[in-house]
């Protein structure tokens, strides 16, 4: 009866379980002339090792889910960028304004020093892109 369940069936059935023990001895109760007010089951104690192992397989469980829901976030992030990069991509208005956005809290978050150097003096290059940015 209880002895041929496995543990996880046991705990998760409880109250079958206890419904299964009422009728058995209120049947043999019945044969002795006896009446059984109620049968229930209230706590399972199971030895340390098998307590441990619980354990074990509760926090394994727990972890996996942990790691699951870290990875949801994870895939919702990485299709937010992509969804992101594929606006600018397709939008150069936009893709200035975030490079706007991106030189101002550079400029913002403190002394903004810029030192560029031409090759060829005469050719317009890197110090009048980064000019027309600001």
Not at 106 to 129: Q, S, T, Y
């Amino acid at each position: 009866m209880i002895g041929a369940r496995e543990l996880d069936a046991f705990l998760t059935e409880k109250d079958a379980v206890a419904t299964e023990i009422e009728e058995n001895v209120r049947r043999r109760a019945g044969e002795l002339g006896l009446e059984i007010a109620s049968v229930g089951i209230r706590d399972v104690i199971l030895p340390g090792d098998m307590k441990d192992l619980m354990n074990k397989v509760t926090e394994a469980r727990k972890a996996a889910e942990a790691n699951l829901i870290s990875l949801r976030e994870e895939t919702a992030a990485m299709r937010s960028q992509a969804n992101t990069a594929k606006l600018l991509a397709d939008n150069p208005v936009l893709m200035r304004l975030r490079e706007l956005e991106v030189l101002e809290k550079i400029a913002a978050a403190g002394k903004l020093n810029i030192v560029l150097g031409e090759k060829n003096p005469g050719e317009k290059g890197l110090a009048d892109k980064v000019l027309n940015l600001l």
